[in-house]
């Protein structure tokens, strides 16, 4: 199937900048939409930024103007550039990626989450 690996997570002081990872791998056909998550301690998880097939981006109000998506489309990968950093931003941040397969299946695959942690 398809499996998600991500990376780049930490401790970081606010005011810091991290960029999280994100790799796609097994049996890959097309991935459409790839998305950041996050969910804050005792929180449901929500969107932070997604990111078209096309290079289309979104962003949740939070975020805008601090962090920034993109993908690499031959390499499978997605990348959460995150800047000015605040303590509000600690959360387990996930991947999503939906992904059409060899066998043409259609598969909504998330990520094992990594942990940002920001420091007042």
């Known amino acids: 199937q398809v499996q998600l690996m991500e990376s780049g997570g930490g401790l970081v002081q606010a005011g810091g900048s991290l960029r999280l990872s994100c790799a796609a791998s097994?049996?890959?056909?097309?991935?459409?939409?790839m998305v950041w998550y996050l969910q804050a301690p005792g929180k449901q998880r929500e969107l932070v930024a997604l990111?078209?097939?096309?290079?289309?981006?979104t962003y949740a109000d939070s975020v805008k103007g601090r962090f920034t998506i993109s993908r690499d489309s031959a390499k499978n990968m997605v990348f959460l550039q995150m800047n000015g950093l605040k303590p509000e931003d600690t959360a387990v941040y996930y991947c999503?990626?939906?992904?059409?397969?060899?066998?043409?299946?259609?598969?909504?695959?998330w990520g094992q989450g990594t942990l940002v942690t920001v420091s007042s």
């Open positions: 999503k990626v939906a992904v059409w397969t060899r066998a043409n299946r259609y598969l909504e695959v």
């Open positions: 990111i078209t097939s096309g290079g289309t981006t």
């Open positions: 097994g049996s890959i056909g097309s991935i459409n939409a």
